[in-house]
């Protein structure tokens, strides 16, 4: 379907003022080209100044049946015919013929000139492309300026080589003084203003890379563009990608000329013999190689470097398959591939971001877009036949005999996602490309015969209609022979005994003149000699912003009527599209400022005024498009459930506030409409992300009254908002009841209505509301919206978290459900820890609830990463406690869990082993000292500590004190270091031994009783023989020793000086127990 607006994008005419009627017309550089007809000469007018005055004019070397102007290089190609023959030539340096009697240049390709274009001034230059067929068709590629030329059944591609003068001069002088004759890159053409000397001057020449094989196909009409070959037959397209790579490619490079030609002979005898009817075909991307067309590479270049063909696009039509036209008309036209940059490429740089193809039929167009996979864009349907169509970013032009019309494009639909990211999420969004063209208003022309466009300038040529004897004679013959051959077949089915006039089918059939069409496009007519008129146009489009102008103007008929009419919708998604494409010229314009290097005669100084020009047009833009995504995020709030997402997206690329949107979708007084869908859409998301932009009373007083008609079940969350903080708590808390009585009591509602409350400083209600439920509800209920604790941290503009004045609350009142809350809100991934972390510190709990929350969070963290993280952090700060304590710093603040209580509920804390009570008298500190101590004491009788992470930490602790002392033998127990820990033991608290040696030595440790502990206790007795404490340690030893060794062990034990009897008894034990056993 195409939609038709009225439109006017054409803003002024002029008419050129050329001598002779044009045969042919082309435009390219800022100049307007015309070959008068039948003559051989070449007029240039200036399209970028009024009245497009001459440039300059020059005659061929033969009569001009085609022309193509190269952006890249500035150069013209043409294919001229003189004395029954068909040539190549290329045309450089065309600008230097202004003054008409400059001297021109003619060499053949490949050769240097070496004349004044050399050593003297710079002259224009013909140069003759060799051709082994004759030429049908060319095309040059506007990013790279490579020449492509289509023959009969091959494709050769030339590339485009420039080399500076001075390397030229230098390669002339060694070819003189050479044997071998100079068939390198020497013959130039000087690009740009002349100076006084030409070193600094490049010159073109073309070099025949490839030549591709096509027997199965004959080329009308070619284009290139950055490696995409495009080749039209008359009801065939095939596009296809030519890359130069180091692997040898899959295709077959030698070709077998004479197998081609059988092959060639073979087909075209196929279709002499038979009525070929080619049925409809559409093959895209790797499916495009399984169509019946090879292709083959035949390498020319001398770099001899390899190529990869892969096969893109495929179409092929059927004759059936069109209506309104004669088969006489029914052939592709209009082939061209057209490239669009980014604005973040360079376009001499960077490969184009998107290519498209285009290509047309008389009634119907189809442009495909063909990297990052191939696809069908959009498919035009004309309202009568169409002879040319030209694609441009902005639109597509097209002409009929009586008119010129105008088509959008969805080119800029395409580049838009492949420059931005974030298109098509909630935070930018774009009209899709499969969006429905639209047809803006015609303009009437009389015998229109050719376009082309240059920028915003459309050329069209238009002649009377006028028919020569020898057109007459043919179509009198043409019909004659139809006729005939209608007749032959009438008498065959009639022969057979079937009657064409009683079948409407089979008369439908024979009224048909395709019995003895060969499949191949007659030769265009030639220009008629005998003119009554005619005339050359140079429309001028109207500016993008102007046309979008319009659009809008146009689009308040429908906005008036009916606002959620799809054609608005369309209308403004048009217009959006216009301005991206507006926004990709501006900036290849900007881009190709810089210019060729090789172009320096078009290359001009961009002044400070139009620098300025160019940013105020480009602010202009820009202001249009928020202005434009404001009216679509209009219409997709007022929109159907299906679309209702866009309005996100479109409000934010405008800018508008939220009370701004809030104005534009507010219902009329009266009106039956409500809040439309996407409104709330945009409203929810608005309320859900995190920014700091609080709303006024009035515009959150607002949004409460939106949500309590239109969705209720959202009030918990709209109150929880960061942006509702300036909410009046007394009439919210009206409404809030009001959902209570309905939907009834609920823990989010309880604590909502709370922090209404606490707003209002009704400390009582507030207590009251909170003793409702059990505070493992109330965890739960802050789960279910944890912004009723904290704000931020999400992905807005809101990065840093706060706390609530509801938390502040509940730090003072209730620290254990806030402590627990934030446990379960890490737990269940609504907060970091880090996080969490601020959100103490912010609250000036630091060093105390912050503690808490650590110790909860490794009573209920299974993430091994965090739970040592957690215990780094822990011990740094008992070990703290306990530094502090010493100078009198500790904090008064009780913790939230014991020691107990920590051993009882979390596997990292261990019971306390039974020595250290020995150590840890309790009248030697105060509280907050002894829970710090038995706490890291606990946390390294744990089994998840890790040591090293704590080693620097524990330096900090003297050992001169007996509890400082535990903790450092606690570590040295840890790492296995026994016999010096019972060394320090026996020193400093050797009433601690017994106790010690029982826990730790054990199992394999065993020995140590009376290898290490026997031998000292023995040593330090012997030293202090009053001394009752290693007396008694030593007698407890010695039991131990008699249990676990033999009687001979013992005895080997006994030191020496020891007197028997104190040992007899317990050599007694140990042999009774060893006869028992």
């Not at 008992?878 to 530094?883: G, N, P, Q, S």
């Not at 107990?900 to 030697?924: K, M, Q, R």
């Amino acid at each position: 379907m195409v939609h038709v607006y009225n439109c006017h994008p054409f803003t002024s005419q002029q008419i050129v003022q050329v001598e002779q009627e044009p045969g042919l017309v082309c435009c390219g550089g800022g100049a307007l080209f015309v070959v008068a007809t039948g003559g051989c000469k070449v007029e240039a007018y200036s399209l970028e100044k009024e009245g497009c005055p001459l440039i300059c004019r020059f005659a061929t070397m033969g009569t001009v049946k085609s022309i193509q102007h190269s952006r890249i290089g500035d150069y013209l190609v043409t294919i001229e015919e003189k004395n029954s023959a068909t040539y190549l030539r290329a045309y450089t340096n065309w600008r230097y013929q202004a003054e008409e009697k400059a001297r021109v240049g003619v060499r053949l390709l490949g050769h240097l000139l070496r004349g004044a274009s050399v050593g003297g001034g710079v002259q224009m230059e013909i140069i003759e492309i060799p051709l082994s067929e004759r030429p049908v068709a060319m095309a040059c590629c506007s990013i790279t300026g490579d020449l492509l030329v289509a023959c009969e059944n091959t494709l050769v591609l030339f590339t485009l080589r420039r080399q500076n003068q001075q390397n030229l001069q230098n390669q002339s002088q060694q070819s003189l003084q050479s044997a071998w004759p100079n068939t390198q890159q020497s013959c130039a053409q000087s690009q740009g203003q002349t100076s006084s000397s030409n070193q600094n001057l490049s010159v073109l020449d073309f070099e025949r890379s490839v030549i591709l094989h096509l027997p199965k196909m004959t080329p009308k009409q070619v284009a290139l563009c950055g490696g995409y070959v495009a080749v039209q037959a008359e009801l065939e397209v095939l596009v296809l990608k030519l890359e130069a790579t180091s692997e040898p490619t899959a295709v077959d490079e030698s070709v077998d000329t004479n197998k081609s030609v059988v092959c060639a002979a073979d087909y075209q005898e196929d279709q002499s013999d038979f009525l070929l009817v080619p049925r409809h075909q559409e093959l895209l991307g790797n499916r495009a190689k399984d169509c019946d067309i090879p292709v083959s590479i035949e390498k020319t270049g001398l770099d001899r470097g390899q190529y990869a063909l892969s096969y893109v696009l495929f179409r092929r039509f059927s004759p059936e398959f069109f209506q309104g036209c004669s088969i006489e008309e029914m052939h592709l036209h209009s082939l061209q591939l057209y490239p669009l940059f980014t604005s973040n490429q360079s376009v001499f740089v960077d490969e184009p971001a998107c290519v498209f193809c285009f290509f047309s039929l008389p009634t119907a167009g189809y442009l495909y877009s063909l990297k990052g996979g191939v696809e069908l864009l959009s498919a035009y349907q004309y309202p009568e036949k169409v002879l040319e169509a030209v694609l441009t970013d902005h639109l597509l032009h097209v002409i009929t005999t009586s008119a010129l019309q105008c088509f959008t494009v969805r080119c800029s639909a395409v580049a838009a996602r492949f420059e931005d990211p974030y298109i098509d999420t909630t935070m930018k969004a774009c009209p899709p490309y499969s969006l429905e063209v639209c047809a803006l208003r015609m303009q009437l022309f009389i015998g229109l015969r050719s376009v082309c466009v240059y920028g915003r300038h459309v050329i069209l040529f238009s002649a009377a209609d006028t028919e020569t004897p020898e057109e007459t004679e043919r179509s009198t013959q043409r019909r004659g022979l139809e006729l005939k051959e209608n007749n032959i077949l009438a008498d065959i089915f009639l022969a057979v005994g079937i009657n064409p006039a009683t079948t409407p089918a089979l008369e439908n059939l024979l009224s048909r003149p395709f019995l003895s069409r060969k499949w191949t496009i007659s030769s265009p007519k030639e220009t008629s000699a005998v003119g009554h008129g005619w005339n050359l146009y140079v429309v001028d489009t109207v500016s993008p912003l102007t046309l979008y102008q319009e659009m809008v103007e146009y689009s308040r008929r429908y906005a008036e009527t009916n606002p959620q009419a799809q054609s608005l919708r369309h209308l403004l998604s048009e217009a959006h599209l216009l301005l991206r494409a507006s926004f990709l010229e501006t900036s290849e314009q900007k881009q190709s400022g810089e210019g060729d290097p090789a172009e320096s005669l078009q290359t001009q100084s961009v002044s400070a005024d139009k620098k300025t020009a160019a940013l105020t047009y480009r602010q202009e833009l820009e202001e249009a498009l928020r202005q434009n995504c404001a009216q679509l995020g209009d219409c997709f709030s007022r929109g159907s459930q299906r679309d209702c997402h866009l309005a996100l997206p479109y409000y934010r690329m405008s800018g508008l506030s939220v009370t701004e949107v809030m104005s534009r979708n507010r219902p009329l007084p009266g009106s039956p409409h409500t809040y439309g869908p996407g409104f709330l859409f945009y409203l929810k998301h608005y309320l859900l992300e995190e920014n700091d932009q609080s709303l006024t009373q009035e515009a959150a007083d607002e949004v409460i009254d939106i949500f309590s008609q239109s969705e209720p079940s959202m009030l918990i969350s709209v109150c929880a908002s960061p942006c509702m903080t300036n909410i009046n708590p007394a009439r919210t808390l009206q409404i809030l009841q009001r959902l209570e009585d309905t939907a009834g009591v609920s823990v989010p509602l309880s604590i909502t209505m709370a922090t209404m409350m606490l707003h209002l400083g009704d400390l009582q209600q507030y207590t009251e509301l909170m003793e409702r439920h059990a505070e493992m509800l109330m965890v739960y209920g802050f789960i279910e919206e944890p912004r009723l604790l904290l704000h931020g941290g999400g992905g807005g503009q809101l990065v840093q978290v706060r706390p609530t004045a509801f938390a502040r609350q509940l730090a003072n009142s209730q620290p254990g459900l806030l402590v627990a809350a934030m446990v379960a809100l890490h737990e269940n991934n609504k907060v970091q820890l880090d996080q969490a972390d601020h959100i103490f510190k912010e609250l000036g709990c630091e060093n105390s609830l912050q503690v808490d929350f650590w110790e909860g969070m490794l009573m209920a963290s299974s993430q091994d990463a965090i739970i040592q993280e957690l215990l780094f952090r822990l011990a740094s700060v008992y070990i703290d406690r306990l530094t502090n304590s010493v100078s009198g710093a500790a904090p008064k603040h009780k913790s939230l869990k014991s020691t107990e209580d920590l051993i009882n509920s979390c596997s990292h804390y261990g019971a306390l082993y039974p020595w250290l009570t020995v150590l840890n008298p309790a009248y030697t500190a105060s509280s907050q000292h002894q829970e710090a101590l038995h706490k890291l004491q606990s946390l390294l009788c744990g089994p998840s500590l890790s040591l090293g992470s704590i080693m620097p930490l524990m330096e900090r602790l003297s050992e001169e004190t007996l509890w400082g002392f535990s903790l450092h033998l606690l570590c040295a127990t840890r790492r296995g270091q026994y016999e010096s820990s019972i060394e320090q033991l026996l020193d400093r608290c050797p009433q601690a031994i017994i106790a010690y040696a029982n826990h730790q030595l054990q199992d394999k440790y065993t020995a140590l009783w009376w290898e290490k502990l026997l031998p000292e206790l023995c040593n330090r007795t012997r030293a202090a023989s009053d001394n009752s404490i290693l007396l008694g340690a030593l007698k407890e030893t010695l039991v131990v020793v008699a249990m676990e060794t033999s009687p001979t062990e013992f005895l080997e034990l006994i030191p020496d000086d020891g007197t028997a009897s104190y040992f007899l008894p317990h050599l007694l034990t140990c042999s009774q127990r060893h006869l028992l056993a």
